[in-house]
């Protein structure tokens, strides 16, 4: 009688392999994706977090 979740609170539980390889997949992918969004934008961020001046930015555009 396992199906009797609320007299029987013991509950079997399984992730399969493939679960959690979806779920570290997904992890990397997204670590992956804030480093090249970052990279893309590195200029912008320096410049949030005063880093660079305006005027610097402007003379690496012109380049």
Do not use: C
């Amino acid at each position: 009688m396992l199906l009797d979740f609320p007299l029987n609170p013991a509950v079997i539980a399984y992730i399969d392999p493939g679960t959690g390889s979806i779920i570290l997949q997904a992890v990397v992918g997204a670590i992956a994706g804030i480093a090249i969004a970052a990279k893309f934008y590195w200029h912008r961020v320096q410049k949030i977090f005063g880093f660079r001046k305006k005027s610097d930015i402007d003379e690496l555009d012109e380049d």
